[in-house]
């Protein structure tokens, strides 16, 4: 974090310490929002943006057009570009997150479904969902653009959500291209250092990011860019054996720096990289 911007989240804090606003480093056009233990009131507005986000703690109500709901900690709200909206602490305070997404982030995506709808723009399927699967799906994604550490992961992380969230008439027949997720396999392990792109992927593909995250996933279990760090780790673990350093490991296999080596290291092998290398050296 560069100097310049310590200095507006500390100003920002000092105005309102509850409030936390931030532009992704990783995807332009994104917005990222926390309030903690906030009593702030909302009148009724609107957005530009595409904004979607869950209740951390508290209970408030969320009025959405004609719309009434009480929503409670676990819950999402989606709200369309233009949707009259208000979200208020039924009582006390209350604690939430929420992300704002550019529109023409969406219409690309749209693109990228093939879609037959005449609408300009997608909508929600719903205002509200309860499901805790939403929930986990909103702060994998939260998490991984304030960690601004991949872009590849973001990018696909907020495809797959808005994909899922977005009132898609996709076709029931999602077939996977075999030979189009080998090319892009392949692309991974042969350039396993190179932080490529989801549109880098596509391109090798020859067909859309969604397709291709949906295809890849049915042949492989998992994303993309949840294969590469697989794959990164399993190349790590050799590497390590060698008595390769953690941080000429970390460069040579794409790392952000070494803690986010260290990071998804022990997420995998439930213990750390030296730890690991203490076994064979």
Known sequence: MDQKTAQSRSQGKRLDSTLFFEKSRLLPGIELRRAQAS????????HDEYSFGVIDRGV???HNGKSKYCIGTGDTVTINPADAHSCNALEGDWSYRM???????????????????????LPFRTSYNSNPQCFSDFDQLFNCLLSSESKLQAESLLLEYLGASLAVKQSS????????VKRVQELIQDQLGENLTLDEFSEQAGMSRFHLIRSFKQVHGQAPHAFQLDTRIKKAKLLLQEGHSLVEISGVLGFADQSHFQRHFKQRMAITPRQYQAFFI
């Not at 009593?39 to 609107?46: E, G, K, L, P, V």
Request: aromatic share 12%.
């Open 60 to 62: 408030a109500t969320y």
């Open 173 to 180: 027949s999602a077939k996977s291209d075999s030979v189009s």
């Open 39 to 46: 009593t702030a009131c909302y009148a009724t507005h609107s």
């Open 99 to 121: 992300l704002f997404v550019d529109q023409l982030w969406v219409k690309r995506l749209q693109q990228d479904l093939a879609c037959d709808q005449e609408a300009d723009y």
